[in-house]
């Protein structure tokens, strides 16, 4: 089956930590780009963090220095390590796969909520 399953969401203070997980199944994992994007209330969909096949990593300005995103191939699975969380983090996060079997093809989770409130 081909999915993606996000875990890792909770509630944290301002200042906190918290590590996201991603697991993916049915596709080659090692040769996928993967994402992580978010959705604040009444707001778009926005990138980030993205990290490639030979896990290079871009960032979204806001999170630089702050968030990590990191891959392993042996699990299939990518992580988006979060510290220095700020209320304006507060969103539902998902998880995105673009990959190719053979044709190019997208994948998203279902999201887990992050909310970052005293």
């Known amino acids: 089956q081909v999915q993606l399953v996000e875990s890792g969401g909770g509630l944290v203070q301002p200042g906190g930590s918290l590590r996201l997980s991603c697991a993916a199944s049915?596709?080659?994992?090692?040769?996928?780009?993967m994402s992580w994007y978010r959705q604040a209330p009444g707001k778009e969909r926005d990138l980030v963090a993205r990290i490639g096949i030979v896990s290079d990593s871009t960032y979204v300005d806001s999170v630089k220095g702050r968030f990590a995103i990191s891959r392993d191939n042996a699990k299939d699975t990518i992580y988006l390590q979060m510290n220095s969380l700020k209320p304006e983090d507060t969103a539902v996060y998902y998880c995105?796969?673009?990959?190719?079997?053979?044709?190019?093809?997208?994948?998203w989770g279902q999201g887990t909520q992050v909310t970052v409130s005293s």
């Open positions: 995105h796969a673009l990959y190719w079997s053979p044709f190019q093809n997208t994948l």
């Open positions: 049915g596709f080659t994992f090692s040769r996928a780009v």
